[in-house]
């Protein structure tokens, strides 16, 4: 059976740091595109970074440019979100997505058929 765990949100104070954590079982994650996506209470889903199958190549929403950084781990089958300077504006639930249709990334969440259960991440003093 094919899942993504995701693990690693929490509280956070702003100006701080988090890591996320995307592990995968069932496949090999380094022949997924896999892609982090958030969604903050009455607002839509967002994709905020993607680490594709094809050469590895990132993308990050222009929000968190600078600030987070995707990586992979495929000797753990995980991918990570690092993310540091947090904003009140972070806050939300981050969800891992992975697909192994695509080979460039996509901000589209209809891209992706493999989806973890989210973590909450919650930036505030």
């Known amino acids: 059976q094919l899942m993504v765990v995701e693990s690693g949100g929490g509280l956070v104070q702003p100006g701080g740091s988090l890591r996320l954590s995307c592990a995968a079982s069932?496949?090999?994650?380094?022949?997924?595109?896999v892609a982090w996506f958030r969604q903050a209470p009455g607002k839509e889903r967002e994709g905020v970074s993607c680490?594709?199958?094809?050469?590895?190549?990132?993308t990050y929403a222009d929000s968190v440019k600078g600030r987070f950084t995707i990586s992979r781990d495929d000797a753990k089958n995980t991918v990570y979100l690092q993310m540091s300077s947090l904003k009140p504006e972070d806050t939300a639930v981050y969800s891992c997505a992975a697909e192994p249709l695509l080979i460039s990334c996509s901000d589209d969440d209809k891209s992706y058929d493999y989806w973890g259960q989210g973590t909450q991440v919650t930036v505030s003093s």
């Open positions: 069932g496949f090999v994650m380094t022949y997924y595109t």
């Open positions: 680490i594709n199958s094809g050469d590895g190549g990132t």
